[in-house]
């Protein structure tokens, strides 16, 4: 079945930087995405998401990109932090799904 | 306002056991979702459920199931574990699909069959 992925299962940044994790997803019927930072032991925690009528969408020290031509979503953490490390995924909903389809995950290690 | 709330957060069952959690959603919402985190495939969708009813199921056996409550409230079942069930089964509650479609996850329930 049609998926989401992401490009990179491991980045390191060094602390202050700037950090751009990247997705691709396929399902062309995907209307609406999430981004979700998931610390060790605990559940997913909602970041920021974005509908397909909008192609970047800004929230506290993140943007999320939104190309739908090449079907691929970014996150940009501004000024990364420690607090910052962390698995992130991305998620799609199919339009009328009812459903998330998440992508692998990519782990987020700050350098101090 | 209070999160989502999986109980319990830990459990241990043996083989050939059937096991029940239990998910609360946030105050309102009225769609509940399970997903099954393991290392090796990911987050895997299960079910969801909203006003009482499962509008869509992932493709788990049927060994898996579920329900929703007319309070919100979801549990899901698995019966006749086996070792490849062990994983963290997290709880995604939503005000509904559509116009307002965050999913808020609670902190799930680790499950581990021996």
């Known amino acids: 079945g049609e998926s989401v992925g992401l490009h990179l299962p491991t980045l390191s940044v060094q602390e202050g930087d700037n950090s751009i994790i990247n997705c691709a997803y396929s399902n062309s019927a995907s209307d609406y995405f999430i981004w979700y930072k998931q610390e060790s032991g605990k559940g997913p925690q909602f970041i920021i998401d974005?509908?397909?009528?909008?192609d970047k969408r800004q929230g506290q020290r993140v943007t999320v990109l939104l190309n739908k031509t090449v079907k691929h979503l970014s996150l940009q953490i501004a000024a990364t932090q420690p607090g910052d490390s962390a698995v992130y995924f991305c998620a799609e909903n199919p339009s009328d799904d009812y459903k998330l389809s998440f992508g692998a995950g990519t782990t987020v290690t700050v350098r101090a | 306002k209070a999160g989502v709330t999986q109980t319990p957060r830990y459990l241990i069952k043996t083989r050939g056991q059937q096991v029940t959690l239990s998910c609360s959603p946030i105050?309102?919402?009225?769609?509940v979702s399970w997903y099954q985190q393991t290392p090796g495939q990911g987050l895997q969708f299960l079910f969801e459920?909203?006003?009482?009813?499962?509008?869509n199921k992932g493709n788990f056996p049927g060994r898996f199931s579920g329900r929703q409550f007319s309070n919100s409230r979801s549990e899901m079942n698995v019966s006749t574990l086996e070792l490849g069930d062990s994983a963290l089964y997290l709880c995604?509650?939503?005000?509904?699909?559509?116009?307002?479609?965050?999913?808020?996850f609670g902190q799930g329930t680790r499950l581990t069959v021996v």
């Open positions: 974005i509908r397909s009528n909008m």
């Open positions: 995604a509650s939503s005000p509904g699909w559509g116009t307002d479609s965050e999913a808020f």
């Open positions: 459920y909203f006003s009482e009813t499962q509008r």
């Open positions: 105050s309102g919402h009225r769609s």
